[in-house]
């Protein structure tokens, strides 16, 4: 198993900056890609950034060129760097982690970290 802790998050009025870190745990040789989610209240849970093990990456298109992902497979971990946020960048956000595990594929979550961005 993959376990993952979040950190980073909090309050920031538009336009500010934020970077949140996830830290992989457990039976880290069998990741795969690495990634965030988020889920705005009331709303489903969407991918925002991930990454693979090879170094590619894939943004949501509202998120591009403001976002970036980044992952230290030294460390297991994976980061996302906020810029320009906006109050609809407010939301839960959530790691997520697949990895492989026996011949099957397995998802891991982080416990959400919330992001509050003020107008």
């Known amino acids: 198993q993959v376990q993952l802790v979040e950190s980073g998050g909090g309050l920031v009025q538009a336009g500010g900056s934020l970077r949140l870190s996830c830290a992989a745990s457990g039976d880290v040789s069998s990741l795969n890609s690495m990634g965030w989610f988020r889920q705005p209240p009331g709303k489903q849970r969407d991918l925002v950034a991930v990454?693979?093990?090879?170094?590619?990456?894939n943004y949501l298109d509202s998120v591009k060129g403001r976002f970036t992902i980044s992952r230290d497979n030294a460390t297991n971990t994976v980061n996302l760097q906020m810029h320009s946020l906006k109050p609809e960048d407010t939301a839960v956000y959530y790691c997520n982690a697949r990895y492989v595990s026996g011949g099957r594929w397995y998802g891991s979550w982080g416990q959400g970290t919330q992001v509050t961005v003020s107008s």
């Open positions: 990454t693979t093990s090879g170094g590619r990456t």
